[in-house]
């Protein structure tokens, strides 16, 4: 169990989710947090008529600590919902001051104090500070918070750029706060989504901010394409960790009459994969379902006859194989009896591996210098 003091002295037992994830050393909050929440304590920010917006709070180490305040939480992470919702649960909190936002929902306008997890991705980073800039004005204060490691001079251009002065506390335990005044004058459009052609085709791929392969095809989903299984009419075809849906469109091109169902943990990844299958293939359509999930544990067992899958190795900051057992494992339950399972993987990650061990065995359907294409039959 781990347990987290702060600012009102309660102790909190927090933990990452999902709860089963295999490398239980990792904690759910970091020095990062513990700095943000002792500086509104220290400095006595906080009264009666504060609304906070936090951003990013993976597992609910902020936002569970200010519960006494009407305080938003706005994560594009479904998993980091999930997170703050069950540690609610496990530490029988009422909470009906907060609010559980995704990033594509609007800010409130009322909002005194920003709390700022500063995310990895530079593209979520620039889009979120440029929706706070539109939305905020005049006197909001604004703290975020990072390991000092992760605050590089070009993330602090980044806050001078699109909210205005910006300066730096100490280190605490490695991690450093951020003071931003919203001062800049000059107001800056999303670049978001950004749009790419996909190549040998007459498809536009549109990707928000925190979408994987915003800029271009990923060369791993390029090789996938080359060697995905041929589809027949009315077959049940889940695109696993979907991104901006690139591998079901292409399967859904090959075989217009079958079913899609695109899944992600990323709210921004499933509008995206949504926008690209209503404006590339818009017959295609009603065939199609999306859905914000981690990996497939809201989906029932054999049920599907096709899972393809470009599996993540990190979640956030941690590097960690337990995405991909948990999208392995879920697509074995959710298969139907002979269905199969067909990825994609970095050589060197040995999917195989795995592959015996859930599946029985595997079939190797292409490699290159990088990559392997595998194929797993339930
Ligand atoms: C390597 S990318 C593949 C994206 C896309 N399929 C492609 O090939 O370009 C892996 C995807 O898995 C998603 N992902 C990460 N953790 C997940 C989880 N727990 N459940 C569902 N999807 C997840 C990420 O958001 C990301 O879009």
Known sequence: MQSHFIINDTPLSLY?????????????????????????EEQNLLNDD??????????????????????TVVSDSWVAHQGISENLTQNSLDAPKLTIADSLNPLPKATSIVLYKIP??????????????????????????????????????VFEKYLGTTT????????????CQLDNQQQHSSPF???????????????????????????????????????????????????NGVIGLTALSRQPKANITFVDESFMAIASAKENIEKNLPNGISQCQFTVNDCLSSFEANTADIVLCNPPF?????????????????????????????????????????????????????????????????
Request: hydrophobic share 40%; glycine share 4%.
């Open 193 to 243: 989504p950004t749009i790419w052609p996909l190549e040998n085709t007459n498809f536009h791929i549109s990707n928000h901010a925190n979408v994987f392969s915003r800029e271009k095809l990923d060369l791993g989903a390029r090789f996938f394409m080359e060697h995905l299984p041929k589809l027949h009419e009315d077959q049940t075809v889940i695109d696993l960790g979907c991104g």
């Open 120 to 157: 990895k991705s530079k593209a979520l980073l620039t889009e979120q500070l440029i929706k706070i800039k539109e939305t905020l004005q005049g006197n909001v204060t604004f703290i975020a918070a990072a390991r000092a490691k992760d605050i590089h001079s070009s993330t602090l251009k």
């Open 16 to 40: 990452r989710y999902p709860i089963s994830q295999s490398n239980r050393s990792l904690q759910a909050w970091d020095a990062a947090d513990e700095y943000m929440l002792s500086y509104l």
């Open 314 to 378: 990190h979640q956030e900051q941690a590097t960690t194989d337990h995405i991909a057992w948990q999208m392995l494992n879920d697509a074995h339950r959710v298969l139907k009896k002979g269905g199969e399972l067909r990825m994609i993987g970095n050589r060197n990650l040995a999917y195989h591996i795995k592959l015996k061990r859930i599946f029985g065995g595997c079939k190797t359907i292409a490699s290159n210098k990088k990559f392997v294409v595998l194929s797993a039959r339930k």
């Open 50 to 71: 504060s609304n906070i917006l936090v951003f990013n709070d993976s597992f609910g180490a902020l936002s569970l600590n200010l519960l006494d305040w009407s305080t």
């Open 168 to 179: 730096t506390s100490l280190a605490v335990k490695k991690a450093r706060l951020v003071f």
